[in-house]
Nanobody, 127 residues
Framework: QVQLVESGGGLVQAGGSLRLSCAAS????????MGWFRQAPGKAREFVSATNWSGSSTDYSASVKGRFTISRDNRKNTVYLQMNSLKPEDTAVYSC????????????????????WGQGTQVAVSS
């Protein structure tokens, strides 16, 4: 069983930056795929980004591409999401997710792909 704990959320002005972290625990090996999703009030959860074990494959939603960067440190069992040029529409609860399945760009954006989820961290961007 894998436990995921996010940190790094907070309140920031538009144009600012935040770095989210997600630490995995519960076993010695890092999950193959780790990703980030977000959910704004009154909206469905949406895919943000994902990466495979080596970091050689990454995907981003169109709304964050060019502004957010995902990375991971397998020695620390941690995945990061560097968020730059934040906009008010980025305001949401950001959740980390993990899966041991094979990374495929056509399925890593689906919530059903992931077996493990964190509780989420709030990100608020003021205008």
């Amino acid at each position: 069983q894998v436990q995921l704990v996010e940190s790094g959320g907070g309140l920031v002005q538009a144009g600012g930056s935040l770095r989210l972290s997600c630490a995995a625990s519960g076993r010695t090996t890092s999950p193959n795929v780790m990703g980030w999703f977000r959910q704004a009030p009154g909206k469905a959860r949406e895919f943000v980004s994902a990466t495979n074990w080596s970091g050689s494959s990454t995907d981003y939603s169109a709304s964050v591409k060019g502004r957010f960067t995902i990375s991971r440190d397998n020695r620390k069992n941690t995945v990061y999401l560097q968020m730059n040029s934040l906009k008010p529409e980025d305001t949401a609860v950001y959740s980390c997710a993990a899966s041991d399945r094979l990374y495929r760009s056509d399925n890593i954006g689906q919530t059903a792909f992931y077996a493990y989820w964190g509780q989420g961290t709030q990100v608020a961007v003021s205008s």
